[in-house]
């Protein structure tokens, strides 16, 4: 059973940071593209960061360029997302996602699988 379990959210103030993990079981994604997404409350989910399946290459929303960082583990068959200099704008719940294919998509139907979403909170 494939499962991909998100981590790290919490409260934080403005300008702090927060780096969310995902970890992935019962296959391996090594190759896959992989993507957080967020959905804060009354909008809809929305692309945050990708990383290709050779981890070569990272795609981020404008909104969080030069903010958050994507990277991936295929060792240890994660990805993870560092995010800095929050806002509270920023504030919503994280999911990861993951691609049965190669390449990044910035639209959600194109992923596979989820995760169950993380709360990040940030006040001002």
């Known amino acids: 059973q494939v499962q991909l379990v998100d981590a790290g959210g919490g409260l934080v103030q403005a300008g702090g940071s927060l780096r969310l993990s995902c970890a992935a079981s019962?296959?391996?994604?090594?190759?896959?593209?992989m993507g957080w997404f967020r959905q804060a409350p009354g909008k809809e989910r929305e692309f945050v960061a990708a990383i290709t399946g050779s981890g070569s290459s990272t795609y981020y929303a404008d909104f969080v360029k030069g903010r958050f960082t994507i990277s991936r583990d295929k060792a240890k068959n994660t990805v993870h997302l560092q995010m800095n200099s929050l806002k509270p704008e920023d504030t919503a719940v994280y999911y990861c996602?993951?691609?049965?294919?190669?390449?990044?998509?910035?639209?959600?139907?194109?992923?596979?699988?989820w995760g169950q979403g993380t709360q990040v909170t940030v006040s001002s």
């Open positions: 019962g296959r391996t994604f090594s190759s896959s593209a």
């Open positions: 996602a993951a691609r049965v294919g190669s390449t990044y998509y910035s639209t959600a139907g194109k992923y596979d699988y």
